[in-house]
């Protein structure tokens, strides 16, 4: 069972926008800890999307955007494509003895 | 540009040792400020972290996992490398290496941690098995 909780899985349409829930505790999420999110197609290692909850690396599209609220995380990605479909997961620091900690993981599929 | 590639033993007999290394090529494993990660994930299930070595050369490991894991790094051959000792079947999995920032930040009165990965290996299949 991970520490953050996503769901199972979530879809749309092309153009359509969808949001990715990760929720934690106090004591990560809802902490003074910043969420980082990766994308991974299959076969394939995760890819950096989003991370200090909000921030975009370089070459990653603006249609992904990342927010916060109490316990919960946000991944949002607007104008769907086809190429969005993937595996979305989570990460947060936890604090001094439990450290990082995953969240379980959401597939997107594209419709 | 920066890039991880792991390498190790494919395939190892339970209750012996795995031993896995990342080799880091277009770029100083001790220049940045960066620490190193190591990450897995079980076949059809999600990301597991199992530690990271800070560029200070302090460790921090999964709890479930701290008394069977050692990471390590060796400078001179620009590589850090992780150890994992009486495997199971459990612990087979795609091992992947990664690049981590992390650090706080002050802001509106209040200081805030982060951590991320944002270079990571192609990742090495490991399979527990007599």
């Known amino acids: 069972q991970s520490a953050l909780t996503q769901p199972a899985s979530v879809s749309g349409s092309p153009g359509q926008s969808i949001t990715i829930s990760c929720t934690g505790t106090s004591s990560d999420v809802g902490s003074y800890n910043l969420v980082s999110w990766y994308q991974q197609h299959p076969g394939k290692a995760p890819k950096l999307m989003i991370y200090e909850g909000s921030k975009r690396p370089s070459g990653v599209s603006n249609r992904f955007s990342g927010s916060k609220s109490g316990n919960t995380a946000s991944l949002t990605i607007s104008g769907l494509q086809a190429e969005d479909e993937a595996d979305y997961y989570c990460?947060?620091?936890?604090?001094?003895?439990?450290?990082?900690?995953f969240g379980g993981g959401t597939k997107l599929t594209v419709l | 540009q920066l890039q991880l590639q792991e390498s190790g033993s494919g395939l190892v007999k339970p209750s012996q040792t795995l031993s896995l290394t990342c080799a880091v090529s277009g770029g100083s494993i001790s220049s940045g400020g960066y620490s190193w990660s190591w990450i897995r994930q079980p076949p059809g299930k999600g990301l597991e972290w199992i530690g990271y070595i800070y560029h200070s050369g302090s460790t921090y490991y999964n709890p479930s996992l701290k008394s069977r894991v050692t990471i390590s790094v060796d400078r001179s051959k620009n590589q850090f490398s992780l150890k994992l000792s009486s495997v199971t079947a459990a612990d087979t999995a795609v091992y992947y290496c990664?690049?981590?920032?992390?650090?706080?930040?002050?802001?509106?009165?209040?200081?805030?941690?982060?951590?991320?990965?944002?270079?990571w290996g192609k990742g090495t299949t490991v399979t527990v098995s007599s």
């Open positions: 990664a690049r981590v920032k992390t650090g706080t930040f002050y802001s509106n009165y209040n200081y805030y941690y982060y951590y991320y990965m944002d270079v």
């Open positions: 990460c947060s620091y936890a604090g001094s003895s439990t450290y990082v900690v």
